[in-house]
């Protein structure tokens, strides 16, 4: 019984195919390309109920993932991230069925590790000895750390302004780790251009390999299982690069085919920083692609993507499925992050606040109706961004006291 029912890429352009059994990078079209399975082969073979009995990680859905054999799976456990219903909060947000899919649970701390052990599986297989990609921090730490449990070279360029704890998760994990006076694109230039001087490294950017993608689709069937098949009404996503809820649509259509989920998707939401908002812009101004971002700045980091290579992806899947594309101004979503925390004890990272503030809005301007099942995306640990709150408090003498207890 095949472990992978992995047949072809495919050009998400044009359609046209490619092998998949080679390192692919981009199409002749300079277009991501998207894997297909042949998904008759999966429905013949593995039904919910058996995927069920499985253990608790995304390779639980191997049929559907690119890595042929099973002894070539990098994993440290990943996947299966927890729903959370957020109902004091939601209550109060004019949402009582909002749910949160914590990804900061996972290993490294971010969704990322998702991308990275599928993206590093597969290039491990196919014989590849280094990767090597610009980052905004997370995917670079993430991808580091799944190179070297497979041990394979990891070449990372961030921007100076990276979160510093990304940087030294890399320093740890082994990477070859440059800063770059810049954005993410300006490291993505150097990366370029380092891949094409050396043999054996392959450039694992956004979109610019085939299977980082299909790491981040199992967010959606976890979603679907975990609901019982049965899917939200609304699924926020943060989006910078976009390969989530590229991911998570390419999931929702591949379901529908096998018939685990009903025909209905869920409006999908793209959330932006207004410091930093292209996917936003494009959408409302009904263009196909997204215009570069000058000036791009936003503490939410992780979506700090003035222009996305995938762009037409996301905006296809937010058309498509009646979602739209907010952004939220930096000082929303750290409110939204402090009084979430406050409120349900859940420290969630900026670009998972900014869904929350996009939640807030919408609910507000009242395309979020208070029946509507809503899902938001935490895509990482508030751990991993310890910048974001500022931290004044007293110091006490050691012969002090405690004063008494606030009125409430």
């Known amino acids: 019984m095949a472990y992978s029912f992995l047949s072809h890429l495919e050009c998400s352009r044009t359609g046209t195919t490619y092998d998949a059994d080679t390192v692919q990078g981009l199409s002749a079209d300079n277009a991501p390309l998207l894997a297909r399975y042949d998904l008759d082969g999966v429905a013949a073979t593995v039904s919910p109920a058996e995927i069920a009995s499985r253990p608790p990680t995304l390779w639980r859905y191997h049929e559907v993932l690119p890595v042929r054999d099973e002894a070539n799976v990098i994993t440290m456990g990943e996947g299966m991230t927890p729903l959370i219903p957020l109902s004091t909060y939601g209550a109060k947000i004019g949402v009582p069925g909002l749910l949160m899919k914590d990804e900061g649970v996972i290993p490294t701390g971010t969704f990322k590790a998702r991308g990275a052990a599928v993206g ?3 290039a491990a297989e196919l014989g590849v000895r280094g990767i ?15 190179a070297a449990r497979a041990g394979l070279a990891s070449l990372i360029a961030m ?35 380092a891949v094409a001087a ?33 899917m939200p009404d609304v699924i926020c996503y943060p989006a910078g690069g976009g390969v989530g809820l590229i991911g998570i649509y390419k999931a929702l259509l591949e379901m529908r085919t096998l018939g685990w989920i009903p025909d ?36 939410a980091f992780g979506i700090t993507v003035p222009k996305a290579l995938g762009d037409f992806l996301v905006l296809d899947a937010v058309r498509a499925t009646g ?23 859940t420290f969630i990272c900026p670009e998972g606040a900014a869904c929350l503030a996009a939640v807030r809005q919408l609910r507000e301007s009242g395309w979020l109706a208070e029946r509507d099942r809503v899902l938001v995306l935490n895509t990482g640990a508030g751990l ?25």
């Not at 090597?132 to 799944?146: D, E, K, R």
């Not at 979602?323 to 939204?336: H, Q």
Request: charge should be negative; hydrophobic fraction near 40%; proline fraction near 8%.
């Open 323 to 345: 979602g739209t594309a907010v952004a939220v101004s930096d000082p929303a979503l750290l409110a939204e992050q402090h009084t979430l925390a406050a409120q349900e004890g």
């Open 384 to 408: 991993k961004y310890p910048d974001t709150v500022q931290v004044d408090v007293p110091t006490l003498p050691h012969d002090g006291h405690i004063p008494a207890a606030p009125a409430a």
């Open 120 to 122: 590093v599986s597969r």
């Open 198 to 230: 050396r043999g054996g490294y392959q450039d694992v950017s956004t979109l610019k390999e085939p299977y980082r993608i299909e790491g981040k689709k199992t967010m959606g069937y976890e979603i679907a299982e975990q609901l019982g098949w049965r």
């Open 132 to 146: 090597a990609m610009p980052t905004n921090g997370n995917a670079g730490s993430a991808w580091a750390s799944y």
């Open 264 to 299: 209905q998707l869920p409006r999908l939401v793209a959330v932006q920083a207004e410091g930093c908002d292209p996917i936003v812009r494009a959408f409302k101004s009904g263009a196909k692609t997204s215009e570069p971002v000058q000036n791009a700045s936003t503490v």
């Open 159 to 193: 921007p100076l302004d990276a979160p510093l704890i990304t940087r030294v998760e890399c320093v740890v994990a082994g990477a070859e780790l440059y800063l770059v006076d810049g954005l993410i694109g300006d490291a993505g230039r150097l990366i370029g251009e």
